[in-house]
Nanobody
Framework: QVQLVESGGGLVQAGDSLRLSCTTSGRTFGSYAMGWFRQAPGKERDFVAS????????YYKDSLKGRFTISRDNAKNTLYLQMNSLKPEDTAVYYCARARGIIATSQRSDYDYWGQGTQVTVSP
């Protein structure tokens, strides 16, 4: 059973930065692509960013390029999301997920394990 646990969320002001982390159980973290999604109240879960199994390839939601950075440390079984210049519209629950394959992907159906999420709230 694969477990993913997100951390690092919180309440910040517009313009601040946050770094989310996602730690995973098991020894197979480095064998799969990983991704971040987010879900705002009343909206569907939306793609944020993805990274290939060794970190050589990344893929971002177009509107977040330049502000968000995804990275991974396979030795630590940990995925990261650095979020800069946060805006109120970034307020959401952020989820990490493990893909079925090694290639970064934006499709929710390509992910088979999900964390419980961490709340990010950005005040004006």
């Amino acid at each position: 059973q694969v477990q993913l646990v997100e951390s690092g969320g919180g309440l910040v002001q517009a313009g601040d930065s946050l770094r989310l982390s996602c730690t995973t159980s098991g020894r197979t973290f480095g064998s799969y692509a990983m991704g971040w999604f987010r879900q705002a109240p009343g909206k569907e879960r939306d793609f944020v960013a993805s990274i290939s199994w060794r970190g050589g390839g990344t893929y971002y939601k177009d509107s977040l390029k330049g502000r968000f950075t995804i990275s991974r440390d396979n030795a630590k079984n940990t995925l990261y999301l650095q979020m800069n210049s946060l805006k109120p519209e970034d307020t959401a629950v952020y989820y990490c997920a493990r893909a079925r394959g090694i290639i970064a992907t934006s499709q929710r159906s390509d992910y088979d394990y999900w964390g419980q999420g961490t709340q990010v709230t950005v005040s004006p």
